[in-house]
T-cell receptor, first 113, second 111 residues
Framework: QQQVKQSPQSLIVQKGGISIINCAYE??????FPWYQQFPGKGPALLIA?????SEKKEGRFTISFNKSAKQFSLHIMDSQPGDSATYFC????????????FGAGTRLFVKA | DAGITQSPRYKITETGRQVTLMCHQT?????MFWYRQDLGHGLRLIYY???????DKGEVPDGYVVSRSKTENFPLTLESATRSQTSVYFC??????????FGSGTQLSVL
């Protein structure tokens, strides 16, 4: 049973374009929704995160949009660059659950120069 | 001053053997986690620990054992390795504010 569903599995975007990755969750007890970025041979690293009382959060070229009623959230990467090519994971955690973080299946992004 | 380190980086073993993956963090974070990463499944939580001597199961705990006698160490043991446990294993720690800090991973192959 996958509690966090992520799409697409892979994504190819032209340099300067917008990359969009979508996630959906089931458990309404989740109260923290991070996105992690992973480069080959490395561990994932926190990119940006949002709490359910906010509908949007922006940090530089990265934006999370959050729809609590639909139980969906998405990552937008504006002006995508070749250096953004990586695997992106959405995730969800609940503070009442010992901060267990459940991850989506991941999206492999390739930005063409 | 590495923060969180995993060893070994690569490991090849045979089915039925016992294998221990090590994880050490220098931040004194309370929480530590073990994940496995497989294509199509993302990162799946194996076990986690809220403090020394406190551990709990995650999504896929079968075939794994953990211990946490010291805050800084969180070893993961495969008691009798199976081919389905071939994976990349990541250890992570957190000070308790939901943000996870990951190690560089251990690539395990079970032949």
């Amino acid at each position: 049973q996958q509690q966090v569903k992520q799409s697409p599995q892979s994504l190819i975007v032209q340099k300067g374009g917008i990359s969009i990755i979508n996630c959906a969750y089931e458990n309404t007890a989740f109260d923290y929704f991070p996105w992690y970025q992973q480069f080959p041979g490395k561990g994932p690293a926190l990119l940006i995160a949002i709490r359910p009382d906010v509908s949007e959060k922006k940090e530089g070229r990265f934006t999370i949009s959050f729809n609590k009623s639909a139980k969906q959230f998405s990552l937008h990467i504006m002006d995508s660059q070749p250096g953004d090519s990586a695997t992106y994971f959405c995730a969800a955690s609940m503070s009442a659950g010992g901060f267990k973080t459940i991850f989506g299946a991941g999206t492999r992004l390739f930005v063409k120069a | 001053d590495a923060g969180i380190t995993q060893s070994p980086r690569y490991k090849i073993t045979e089915t039925g053997r016992q294998v221990t993956l090590m994880c050490h963090q220098t931040w004194s974070h309370s929480y530590m986690f073990w994940y496995r990463q497989d294509l199509g499944h993302g990162l799946r939580l194996i076990y986690y620990s809220a403090a020394a001597d406190i551990t709990d199961k995650g999504e896929v705990p079968d075939g794994y054992v953990v211990s946490r006698s010291k805050t800084e160490n969180f070893p993961l043991t495969l008691e009798s390795a199976t081919r389905s446990q071939t994976s990349v294993y990541f250890c992570a720690s957190s000070p308790g504010n939901e943000k996870l800090f990951f190690g560089s991973g251990t690539q395990l192959s079970v032949l």
